[in-house]
């Protein structure tokens, strides 16, 4: 009972600032209670000083989402990476300071971690152990991981001026292996590996069923996903959504009616709507046609945007290189629990794209301001991501916590302002019908889907 005491003690030490109000879409959320045992921690933690690193931290992580937009990684499989890569970074943080950082070792599904040497932790320097967490995970997990591996060089190089030095990176690099040793035993428990083995997926060819769409008709992306152990969740199922609105041609049918809302927001769309849509898009599968040769554009995951958001409102904060490890541990989880859930759910319903409907419904010509993703339509993966990274990060950092989302102006983007993260998670979802690629069932929905998972997620690991 004294560890679980200990982990959520840290929670405590994160949220000085979080406010007293809360949205008027979650009027259940109760304000994180503040023990009396915990008051004077957690005045005096708020102004300590900042560690060294925690720039750094942010930094190493952005080098990890640029191998996975070269990679072309779904968003799927991106939410799997950044959870196993947050956990092996927090979890070498707890190593040196257990007190204010407890494991999460027995409170994930099955992750159970192993004692490591006190003599090996002791002669490892803290800040450089966790940056080498985020780049050897990275490494070890990633297609392309091997591009991190001059990441390391760079770090091993900063520490060779001397023998003690070299010796202080050797021993943190050892307690690094060995900590993300036991992280990817984790890993390769999880169904992962076995994905390629099980049964493969094939389109259903009656109406209202998904169908690969233009411009590359690619193959369905992941169809067994939910399969994947979660994190949190007791399943993939534990917050099932409501059936989608079931397929009807009639023009008085609430799919026909849902179809016509989307074909007619997306011909009338303003330029704000537009901007909406472009900048929430996050769609690492899209590609850009030229004659008859099609270039990938490379975008960024939803969970590499929310990843961003992470850190952008860790550095506004100016939070130490452990609470900022735990900041992104806690919305890495949010988000694969999240896309396990959704994956779950869209290959159940099945449900056809609009791009496909309206064009054989209303105008056969038309097509969505955003490219379709390649999976089936119900329900909105980024109205399920958003919602549970939003409620993790408001628990975290308050309700009426502003900032500044620049995450996609390396993809000539311009910088979007937001008065909180639920504010930022309803407008992507919402662009997701502006973008012409979702119906608002899916998006209403998502949103609930999103919400009970960052709940639980709290609840959890948070509020106990």
């Known amino acids: 009972m004294q560890m679980r005491k200990g982990f ?20 259940a959320i109760k304000e994180l209670p503040v023990r009396p045992v915990f008051k004077s921690a957690l005045a005096a933690s708020f102004n300590l000083p900042k560690q060294p690193f925690s720039k750094e931290y942010i930094a190493a ?32 943080q707890c190593l040196f300071d257990s007190l204010n950082y407890p494991s999460l070792s027995g ?36 297609p392309s991981g091997y591009m991190l591996q001059s990441q390391t060089d760079s770090l091993a190089a900063l520490y060779s001026k001397n023998a003690s030095e070299q010796l202080l990176f050797q021993n943190t690099l050892t307690l690094v292996n ?30 209202g069923y998904w169908k690969p769409t233009p411009p590359v008709f690619m193959a369905p992306v992941e169809p067994n996903w939910s399969s994947l152990r979660t994190f949190v969740l007791d399943s993939a199922q534990q917050f099932k959504v409501l059936p989608p609105t ?41 590609v850009q046609q030229i004659g008859h040769v099609e270039f990938g554009l490379k975008k960024i995951s939803p969970g590499g945007h929310w990843i961003g958001i992470a850190g952008i409102a860790c550095l506004k904060q ?19 629990d999240a896309f396990i859930a959704c994956w779950d759910e869209k290959y159940r319903s099945n449900r056809v794209r609009p791009e496909t409907a309206i064009q054989k419904l209303i105008d056969p010509r038309w097509h969505p301001l955003l490219q379709t993703p390649p999976f089936p339509e119900y329900v909105s993966g980024h109205s399920v991501a958003s919602t549970a990274a939003a409620f993790t990060l408001t628990k975290i950092f308050g309700n ?43 998006i209403v929905q998502g949103e609930w889907q999103g919400e009970q998972i960052g709940r639980l997620i709290v609840q959890q690991l948070i509020e106990k």
Not at 180 to 191: E, I, N, S, T
Not at 401 to 415: I, K, M, N, Q, R
């Open 61 to 92: 992580l952005k080098k990890v989402t640029d191998v996975m937009v070269n990679d072309v990684t779904s968003p799927v499989a991106a939410s799997r990476y950044y959870a196993y890569i947050t956990l092996t970074a927090y979890e070498t």
């Open 8 to 27: 959520y003690l840290i929670i405590f030490l994160i949220v000085a600032t979080i406010s007293t109000a809360w949205p008027a879409k979650s009027p």
């Open 107 to 142: 409170h994930l599904n099955k992750f159970f971690k192993k004692p490591v040497d006190a003599k090996l932790v002791q002669s490892s320097n803290e800040s450089l152990a966790v940056i080498l967490a985020i780049f050897k995970s990275g490494e070890k997990l990633l």
């Open 178 to 207: 060995e900590l993300l040793q036991q992280v990817m035993q984790y890993a390769k428990a999880d169904g992962f590996s076995r994905l390629n083995n099980l049964k493969r997926y094939t389109p259903k060819t009656a109406d």
């Open 318 to 336: 100016k939070l130490p290189l452990g609470k900022t490890a735990l900041t992104h541990v806690l919305v890495s989880i949010s988000l694969a």
């Open 246 to 286: 079931i397929y009807d041609t009639s023009r008085s049918s609430s799919f026909f009616i849902q179809l016509m809302e989307v074909y007619n927001i997306t011909n009338a769309a303003n330029q704000s709507q537009k901007d909406i849509a472009m900048f929430w898009d996050c769609n690492p599968f899209a």
């Open 400 to 442: 009426q916590f502003s900032f500044a989302d620049d995450t996609e102006t390396e993809f000539g983007l311009p910088v979007r302002k937001y008065d909180s993260f639920f504010q930022a998670a309803s407008e992507a979802a919402i662009s997701r019908l502006y973008g012409g690629i979702h119906y608002k069932d899916a």
